[in-house]
């Protein structure tokens, strides 16, 4: 059986975009238009990822671009949104206070740390492709639901502890960042290729295997990959790139007090505020 | 000036740049390389994600390195051609030697006569790395001061 179009992601992936659209709207500072464009893109690209399924291929092929729309994209677009800054912009001081304790807790430093983050996403992958998870997913509904929010979650969490906008205390430095990326880059690729081997026996468990088709749908997540890591490289290292800008003040800088002061709330690097 | 910098930044890009497009020229335009094989040991499979994941990393963070260089001005253009030269060199001749002969990971053509094809392959590689060499020694050795 292969679950269709359902309602219900659909009506999540809605929800969110308008509850974010509201959180625009209460804040009169201006919000960054790009941040917005990023955080509906995602929205759109989970509805594709969910919704009728004549917008993907058919077979194994549609179900990778399926994972990959649901694990990397959309959750990188959805990062890239700032949705937490947003938040603590325009809500009660109440709603903030607690947002803050929560991102300074000790079990948030450790779900969101990087290593934490490519154990749960590229390890999870491992764990559903390599077992019999995968062919049960197909059958039960359920599974299959809670799958898909897992490869959303890990993906989201992966994003936001690598190169996300929003604040992250005690985000460890460049090095350890790059090496999550590379890590989950390489155990993509090398899980890509692995399942591509052996596309007879894996994923385990399959009624009425088609060896070619299964081929095809390792190479997509081989290469279909690469724009996701792209695109979380370049914002590490654009901010790496921006933090390193010369002060104000210094030889190329403009003197502090012709700054425009709304310039400080509305920077990229909340997580900057944070880590003081 | 900063040549020591300008050289590594430029060197990273080289090696990242050689390593994309042996993998775009040659496994997807031409087709030479295979994507797998029955023929490919189990350890390709993992050096070319470990590559495929490095080759993604060194391209985005070589430019950044590069640009931050440029903006503080202190990149030295010629050491970072030299770099750039020497990095692209050394991933072909790497490439060629280790990952073809020695470890035999992959061909650079299959059903063909190989022996020209890896001479062209290496000579390239040499005469890239030597111009590299040639242009470092030169842009460091030149007096303090000037350009």
Redesign the interface.
């Known amino acids: 059986m292969t679950v269709g179009a359902d309602p219900l992601p659909l009506a999540a992936a809605a929800l969110l975009a308008s509850a974010y659209l509201f959180g625009v709207s209460r804040d009169r500072r201006g919000w960054r238009r790009r941040r917005t464009a990023a955080w509906l893109a995602g929205c759109a690209l989970l509805a594709v990822a969910l919704g009728p399924p004549a917008l993907l291929p058919a077979g194994p092929s549609g179900h990778m671009a399926q994972h990959l729309l649901l694990g990397m994209l959309a959750p990188v677009a959805l990062v890239f949104g700032a949705p937490v800054t947003l938040l603590l912009r325009v809500a009660r001081p109440p709603v903030r206070r607690a947002v803050g304790r929560l991102l300074r807790s000790r079990p948030v430093h450790l779900l969101g740390h990087p290593a934490t983050a490519v154990l749960l996403g590229t390890g999870g992958l491992y764990l559903v492709l390599l077992t019999p998870l995968y062919a049960a997913a197909e059958s039960h509904r359920w599974l299959h639901h809670g799958l898909h929010l897992h490869y959303l979650l890990a993906g989201y969490l992966f994003a936001w502890s690598v190169a996300g906008p929003d604040p992250a205390p005690r985000r460890p430095g460049l090095p350890v960042r790059a090496g999550a990326l590379f890590v989950a880059a390489a155990g993509h690729a090398v899980l890509a290729k692995y399942l591509y081997a052996r596309a007879d026996t894996l994923p385990p468990g399959l009624d009425g295997r088609d060896v070619a088709a299964l081929r095809e749908a390792a190479r997509l997540m081989y290469y279909g990959g690469d724009l996701a890591e792209l695109l979380l490289a370049t914002a590490l290292f654009a901010a790496w790139y921006r933090r390193r800008a010369p002060r104000a003040g210094g030889r190329a800088g403009t003197p502090p007090h012709t700054r425009p002061i709304g310039r400080l709330a509305s920077h990229d690097h909340a997580g900057e505020y944070w880590r003081a | 000036m900063d040549d020591r910098r300008s050289t590594a930044a430029g060197a990273v890009i080289g090696v990242a740049v050689m390593a994309a497009v042996d993998e775009i020229v040659f496994h997807q335009v031409l087709g030479w390389h295979h994507?797998?094989d029955r023929s490919?040991p189990s350890v390709a499979?993992?050096s070319?994600?470990?590559l495929?994941?490095?080759e993604?990393?060194a391209l985005?963070?070589g430019?950044?390195w590069f640009?931050?260089l440029r903006?503080?001005g202190v990149l030295a253009a010629r050491s970072a051609w030299g770099g750039f030269l020497l990095g692209a060199g050394a991933f072909q001749l790497f490439d060629g030697i280790v990952d073809h002969k020695v470890l035999r990971l992959h061909q650079i053509r299959y059903g063909v006569h190989l022996l020209p094809y890896d001479v062209v392959w290496n000579v390239a590689g040499a005469v890239l790395l030597l111009a590299g060499a040639a242009l470092t020694w030169r842009a460091w050795s030149r007096p303090a001061g000037t350009p």
Do not use: E, I, P, Q
Request: net charge neutral.
């Open positions: 994507f797998y490919t499979l993992l070319d994600g470990l495929h994941a490095a993604l990393l985005v963070g430019f950044f640009a931050d903006r503080r």
